[in-house]
């Protein structure tokens, strides 16, 4: 798993290559707070080269966009596969997390 990100403007962008699972999720977490804890409330995450998600890392989402929530942000995801977003659908997580097709899409939610 590799988890990269950039500040475009007022919004943080980042992306989760490769498998998010109960290898790397210690990983991502504690990067993705790292990015909340530094102001970042406004980010956009590109799954598209997410091959596979577990339980663990979808409690890795859903911790970082309840935090976001807390403080007045919001996480969008964009570019989630057929595989990753039928887990999304069966666990519920685009219920709590605004997941859409492009990254103008994303951006576009944040307007």
Known sequence: MQIQGVKENDIFFFSIMGRLDTQTYTDAEKQMMAWI???N????????????ISSAGLRVLLYAAKTLNQQGGKMVLFGVNDQVNEVFEVTG???????????DGAFSLFN
């Open 37 to 39: 804890e530094a102001g």
């Open 41 to 52: 409330t406004k980010m956009i995450g590109d799954l598209s080269d997410l091959e596979f």
């Open 93 to 103: 997580i685009s219920n709590v997390i605004d997941i859409t097709t492009s990254k």
